[in-house]
């Protein structure tokens, strides 16, 4: 198969020369001399242009200029971590729907300059968690356009887009004993040990003076929410409201309460959004609190977006509240 080098050595040119002459990139690359010899040569040895090869190289001079990169704050705590994979995954799909190309590295890949898209531009940068100062400022120094995507609240002087986990945390914690008879009533916690949700739970019963309550430690799985669902139904007697941290263990939980036969009433079992998208799947009626993934992640590209195309110079911050709604399941009906 003939080649650019070929064309080059009958005419007696650079291969690059012969590229732009066949490209029509310039007319004074070459006299009108030079690219009629060119194109005499073509015919004469019959070559045909590299389909693959300009596809590959016309999708890497888009690159060049579309690229937004998405990094991972430091490691996370189970439920976050679950969290924001789901937002990294909604991410990426609305990257690649705005006509960009989303290339997920380690934060740092981009610091210390390992990263293979170095070489390339990246116009905007989305950090998915709580960033350290350290790392916003020499972030910032290398890519100008970013925002923060977070479930933490913390200020920062950069673009931002937040749903509060502490504030859903204690909306859960309000409803679970709004009109409730609290001696009546055990509030009960399972999730991990020293995770957020837990000290926010320690918190709240702290401050409204509630010490009528329950906490289940259990690893992050089906599994350790089934023992921890078992430890709840020997020890709680009588009513119980139960808070879940995530969808994987309020479904070990309810398998071991339906084993048990425990019956729940409506509005006393309350699920943690880790981004699963699964709670229809429960097995009893429960609440849910939808800390809005898909809300933030679009917010979030938005936002950064308008900074790529238009520099807004002062930090903008968006806080989206979560929602709490009840989540009817067809299996359960009762025990």
Sequence with gaps: MATL??????????VPTVSKILNNKSQKCASEKTQDRVWQAVRDIGYTPNIHARKVASSSAVTKVNII????????????????????????????????IPYTCE??????GKSPLMGQ????????????????????????????????????????????????????????HDGQ??????????????????????????????????????????????????????????????ICEGYRIASGVQKAFWS?????????????????????????DSVYIDLACEECTVQALSLLIDRIRHQHKIAVVYEIDSQMFSVSTVSAGGV
Excluded at 107 to 112: G, Y
Excluded at 161 to 166: A, D, R
Aim: a neutral charge.
């Design 5 to 14: 080098k070929d064309i080059a050595d009958i005419v007696g040119v650079s």
């Design 107 to 112: 934060i740092e890949e981009l610091i210390e």
């Design 121 to 176: 531009k990246v116009v905007g940068l989305v950090l998915i968690g709580e960033p350290s100062a350290r790392v916003l400022t020499r972030l910032s120094k290398l890519i100008p356009n970013f925002v923060v995507l977070s479930l933490e609240s913390g200020l920062l002087n950069c673009d931002k887009v937040f749903c509060s986990f502490k504030d859903a945390m204690y909306k859960i914690m309000k409803k679970a």
């Design 260 to 284: 048990k036969k425990i019956p729940l009433k409506n509005g006393s079992f309350f699920v943690l959004d880790d981004g699963c998208g699964k709670v229809g799947e429960l097995m009893y």
């Design 181 to 242: 008879k609290i001696t009546r009533r055990q509030i009960c916690f399972v999730g991990k040990n020293r995770s957020s949700a837990f000290l926010f739970f320690q918190e709240y019963m702290k401050n409204f003076r509630m010490d009528i309550g329950q906490a289940v430690f259990s690893d992050y799985t089906v599994s350790g929410g089934y023992v921890g669902g078992m430890l709840l139904a020997e020890t709680c007697h009588g009513p119980v409201t139960v």
């Design 69 to 100: 990169a998405i990094c991972m704050c430091e490691e996370q705590e189970p439920f976050f971590a679950n969290y924001y994979n789901g937002v990294l995954e909604k991410l990426e799909m609305q990257i690649i729907s705005q006509n960009y």
